[in-house]
């Protein structure tokens, strides 16, 4: 729980955080609208990432309500929904892709977009430095080892609620084969391809699979399957056994061995979680 003075000041101005959440979310539409482009693709790639942080919002806050956090923090939490990918935007309009290795870091990206345009400055210190973190190191391999407690908590919530929409938008888009109209969404990589036997180490390991290491549709299915092993909480183990997400990600990987292997310790994993 965050500390005393936090709460008194949140107190303070408890009448006006709806006001300053309502001005938060005008200045993402009004950021997202300034970044709209007229080519058709780069269009429906930025409605996409615009769906995706809305969606975000909603699991930030439902893990958030799960956890039972005070109905502040709720709104904090679906606010950082929103706000997380702000740096997607610019980065899809300055570089044509959603790559980080081939244009900018879009965590840092949206940190200092968020930080220079001063839209929260409303908002207690605190708060500020928990969005600005979360912003900054949702995309992170790891979460940094200094930050504070409050912002560990919360980034811990925004990796999770991320990645619980990240495996709607694969699934969504290898089930309906848009990865053909639109192979941005899966960072170009060959759908056909082997398993690249370093991605699958590093599941092994436990780790995540790093993006360098993505050469394939089934390295894209290993990415994902090692982000469980990197989930924080209760609500987000449970979304993801009660929507049908390990079977999708499953039906992307090639049966041999090693795979199957590495599918039954995340399944161990996973149950394990679940009856904690
Ligand atoms: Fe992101």
Known sequence: MLSIPYRKKTQLIGEKMETIFKDIRKWFNDYYNSCVSTDGKKYNLLIL???????????????????????????????????????????????????????????????????????????????QTILLNGIRFHNARRIPDDLD???TRFLKLIRDADKLDIFRIIHKAVHQKSTERQPEIILHVDINGPV????????????????????????????????????NY????????????????????PSNPDVMNAIDAVANYLSSKQSA
């Open 49 to 127: 990432k615009l769906e995706h942080s809305i969606k975000v919002g909603n699991h930030a806050k439902a893990i958030s309500e799960d956890e039972e956090w005070p109905a502040f923090e709720v709104d904090v939490a679906e606010t950082l929904g929103l706000l997380h990918d702000v740096g997607r935007f610019s980065q899809l309009v300055e570089f044509g892709t959603f790559s980080d290795a081939y244009s900018i870091n879009h965590g840092e990206r949206g940190y200092s977009d968020v930080r220079s345009s001063g839209v929260l400055q409303q908002l207690p210190q605190e708060i």
């Open 234 to 253: 209760r609500y987000s183990f449970k979304y993801f056994s009660d929507h049908g997400i390990f079977a999708n990600i499953i039906d992307i990987l």
């Open 196 to 231: 690249n036997p370093a991605a699958l180490s590093e599941l092994e390991n436990r780790q995540n699979v790093s993006y360098r290491n993505i050469k394939s549709l089934a390295d894209f299915g290993l990415m994902q399957l090692s982000w469980i092993y990197d989930l």
């Open 149 to 151: 407690k409050a912002s």
